[in-house]
């Protein structure tokens, strides 16, 4: 599919938010930390950017017009099953946080909010996720395929879907068969 695991000297984040001003923050804030920035208005717009391909990492608003964050984040996590995820949002009630994780937000950070911890959330996001190879690895045992670049498991030719932390386990009992 689309999502390619982060380079080591960035990696290439979608930031989703009705509100431009904050769209341009986090895109001076990320760029200015190596990390190249895609932007989408709406939900609609953010989930036809991910299928396009090349994003290693979302965050993304809750509410927005079109499709609120809680529905994209869903469908995201539906096709794209390991791309981080960061739901960035003005509802910062317990429950409000309880359903953003629930619905496959990899974390949640509500608004107002420090760039410093954004930023350091979404390292920990990138790092967690982004394998122990150089991505070029292809591992194969038997009828199973590990393509580590890619995060992507087949079984038969057929893609798998795992959830980041059993894509993470396969892969290390895969370097250590």
Known sequence: R?????????????VADDER????????????SGYTVAEAANGVEALDQ???????????????????????????RDEYPTLPVIMLTAKGEEVDRIVGLEMGAD?????????????ARLRALLRRTGAQTDGDDIWR???LEIDAGLRQV?????????TSYQFDLLTVLAQHP
């Open 154 to 162: 087949r079984l038969d030719g057929k893609p798998c879907e795992l």
């Open 50 to 76: 991910v299928r396009a391909g090349g994003i290693d990492l979302v965050i993304l608003d809750q509410m927005m017009p079109e499709m609120n964050g809680l529905d994209a984040c869903r469908r995201i």
């Open 21 to 32: 001003n904050l769209r341009k923050l986090l895109r001076n804030v990320l760029e200015g």
């Open 107 to 119: 974390d949640y950070l509500p608004k107002p909010f420090e760039p410093r911890e954004l930023l």
């Open 2 to 14: 689309g999502y390619h695991r982060p380079m080591a000297t960035g990696g290439h984040i979608l």
């Open 141 to 143: 045992f038997g009828r």
